[in-house]
């Protein structure tokens, strides 16, 4: 099927919130030339992209010569279209991943996405990265009063391996309501999460990039990646662009959605999904301030979600509506094109708000920006992270299924150490289960 297909960025994207301050690196480049070689190459200019240049180049006496490459205008993929905001995933799919997995496992894939509030609040402060960064608590509620909630969380309080589990707080009955602020619950969850600016966060990482030597180029679309012959290059790579060609010791794929555009072993691997996000703000009519929300959300209905985030000026980001939007829609799976949203998106969201919060229910609101954008869905849930098994010096950091905000940073700091220190994926730390591995590429789940 996707033999037939095309799985490059395309023109002329919706337009986010998030890019509403470009940034005078927006559509920057480096050199008006390509260098004819390099040390490492890095494809893809979004969080991926950006913290693995970030850890490859900090503090290392003796960094590589980096070569980053964004087919379109910096942090224009899912990374500048996303819902801002940073949730680790307690408890949601904690019995399938036991089952999976084992206790141990599912408990590492818990505390390894919880590290990331810590390890983003430390790089933001540290390299002084204004990306509205705001440490809070999610609340998660479910509508078809399922009880999973409850079930994940009893069960998830059981494995000892779960650090900081006295964190994550179970309210019942009609605490729940008051809490969560939603009618008609009668439990919610909290924990630990944090809200950004994305797109800022990227800038931000990748103008310190550009102080350590890296060398940035915007509108540069990688058409092409081949490894020379053995007694040619050694290893080293061939990256075809729109503008020319460039060798590399070592290739870093940080395309997330578009990955099998390069490396078509994830033909059946990662697939590209469209979702949507909305960017709510007081209507013009309205003169009072928004009413205020103490946490970011989930708000579940069974196995569908939405999650929102409010902004410090009070406005609110919303994504999801797969409920409405999804089922039955071929223009969702297996598609690229990020130029068009969904028919019904603003009927969906329009009056969003009021209907799912009891304190906004006399509040006027407007939707101001509505877009799309493309994840990487993978076939197990799990990004695909290391070096490939069959091509020397190509790694691979994709596949974050709509939840890369808690996994991409530590998932590239390990990447970072391949590259650097020669480490094999398996050394650095990261879960077993978002390792490349000969099992995972030999299972097809789609």
Not at 38 to 49: H, K, L, M, Q, S
Request: glycine share 8%; net charge negative; aromatic share 12%.
């Amino acid at each position: 099927m996707s033999k037939e297909k095309l799985y490059f960025p395309v023109e002329n994207p919706t337009n986010p919130f998030w890019l509403s301050e470009p940034s005078e690196i927006h559509n920057f480049r480096s050199s008006s030339e390509l260098p004819e070689e390099v040390d490492v190459v890095v494809i893809g200019g979004g969080y991926a992209g950006s913290s693995t240049s970030y850890f490859a180049l900090k503090d290392n006496p003796f960094a590589p010569k980096i070569l980053l490459l964004e087919a379109r205008s910096i942090c224009s993929g899912a990374t500048g279209r996303n819902g801002g905001h940073l949730k680790p995933d307690y408890y949601s799919q904690y019995l399938e991943f036991v089952e999976k997995y084992g206790y141990r496992e599912a408990a590492e894939i818990i505390n390894f996405e919880a590290a990331h509030i810590e390890e983003m609040k430390s790089i933001v402060e540290s390299e002084g990265i204004d990306c509205d960064y705001v440490l809070t608590r999610a609340c998660e509620v479910d509508y078809s009063n399922n009880h999973q909630i409850e079930e994940n969380y009893y069960a998830m309080q059981k494995n000892p391996w779960v650090k900081d589990k006295n964190l994550v707080q179970l309210i019942l009955g009609s605490k729940a309501a008051i809490v969560s602020k939603c009618e008609g619950i009668d439990c919610c969850i909290t924990y630990p999460a944090c809200s950004i600016w994305p797109y800022k966060l990227v800038i931000g990482l990748l103008k310190k990039c550009l102080e350590l030597g890296l060398n940035l180029q915007a509108n540069t679309p990688v058409t092409k990646i081949e490894q020379l012959p053995d007694g040619e290059g050694d290893g080293k790579w061939l990256i075809k662009t729109n503008r020319g060609d460039v060798i590399t010791s070592k290739v870093v794929l940080a395309t997330n959605a578009y990955t099998k555009a390069l490396a078509p072993e994830f033909d059946d691997k990662i697939i590209p999904t469209k979702g949507t996000v909305v960017h709510i703000v007081r209507d013009d009519s309205e003169s009072r301030l928004p009413p205020h929300l103490p946490n970011t959300y989930v708000l579940r209905d069974g196995s569908y979600y939405d999650y929102l985030i409010n902004r410090p000026d009070g406005s609110v980001i919303v994504g999801g509506g797969d409920k409405y939007l999804y089922p039955f829609n071929p223009n969702y799976s297996d598609v690229v094109d990020d130029s068009i949203g969904f028919e019904n998106t603003e009927k969906y969201f329009n009056n969003y708000m009021a209907e799912k919060f009891y304190t906004w229910q006399n509040y006027k609101t407007k939707i101001d920006y509505s877009w799309s954008g493309i994840m990487g869905f993978s076939n197990d849930t799990l990004p695909y992270v290391g070096e490939s098994l069959t091509e020397k010096n190509k790694y691979i950091i994709a596949g974050f299924h709509g939840h890369g905000m808690p996994r991409v940073l530590l998932c590239a700091k390990a990447i970072a150490e391949c590259i650097c220190h020669n480490k094999t994926i398996s050394e650095t730390g990261i879960p077993e289960s978002f390792q490349l591995n000969k099992k995972r590429m030999e299972i097809n789940l789609i």
